[in-house]
């Protein structure tokens, strides 16, 4: 304090007391830059995750195919001339981080067609299916297989019986491989039960597209 009875603040202590003030704005700055970098990170790992490898997920979850079906039993094969047409798809329902768990949950549908002499048989059916994953997404072909289980609705006529259809159980195991650009190739073992004594089930190959 001076003779004026006025109190006076040194020149040191002038800097000081403008850093005291800003502090707080600084801080405050600081903060918003921490969080902006946070959720700027947390956003591009979510993004990564479901987005997964550009090369085998920048398609869809939905799968289209299309091939041949070869009846098991060889009486069948030879009533309705050995090889059918054969087609289905499948819908992923749910797709695990494939670095951690490679696998998906699918619903797929099945269908086989095939008439010769008055002789005919038609299965039609869908379920539900694991499809596990032998190679990480960064692989150039990618592995897979999986099993599969459902209800199908098998129509085997032979002339004289009728064309009825009926309900039966069935599953199937298949492995295929997925290509870059969305095509994959396909093999598939269907077992149903039998109608009227007669195995309807066989093995399919087809050729796909992920879409």
């Known amino acids: 304090m001076n003779n004026t009875g006025f109190l006076t603040c040194s020149t040191p202590r002038l800097p000081a007391l403008l850093l005291l003030l800003a502090s707080p704005g600084v801080a405050r700055a600081q903060e918003v830059v921490t969080q ?17 490898d550009p090369i085998h997920y920048r398609q869809g979850r939905l799968r289209l195919r299309l091939g041949a079906f070869l009846p098991f039993r060889p009486d069948v094969r030879m ?8 087609g289905g798809g499948s819908l992923d329902l749910f797709r695990a981080n494939v670095r951690r768990q490679p696998f ?30 032998t190679a990480p997404p960064t692989a150039e072909n990618r ?7 459902g209800a199908y609705r098998v129509r085997y006529a032979t002339p ?12 199937k195991a ?30 399919m190959l087809q050729v796909g597209f992920r879409l």
């Open 36 to 52: 902006t970098t946070t959720t700027t990170t947390t956003v591009t790992r979510r993004e990564y995750i479901w987005k997964d």
């Open 79 to 86: 009533a309705t001339n050995n090889t059918h047409l054969a």
């Open 104 to 133: 998906t949950v699918e619903f797929y549908t099945d269908a086989t067609d095939r008439s010769e002499t008055g002789n005919r048989l038609t299965n039609v059916g869908g379920g539900l299916a694991l499809r596990f994953y």
């Open 143 to 149: 592995g897979y297989f999986g099993l599969g289980g």
């Open 160 to 171: 004289g019986s009728g064309f009825d259809s009926r309900i039966k159980a069935g599953g």
């Open 174 to 203: 298949f492995f295929g491989v997925d290509a870059p650009g969305g095509m994959f190739v396909e093999f598939n073992y269907t077992a149903l039960e039998k109608e009227r004594g007669y195995d309807t089930g066989g093995a």
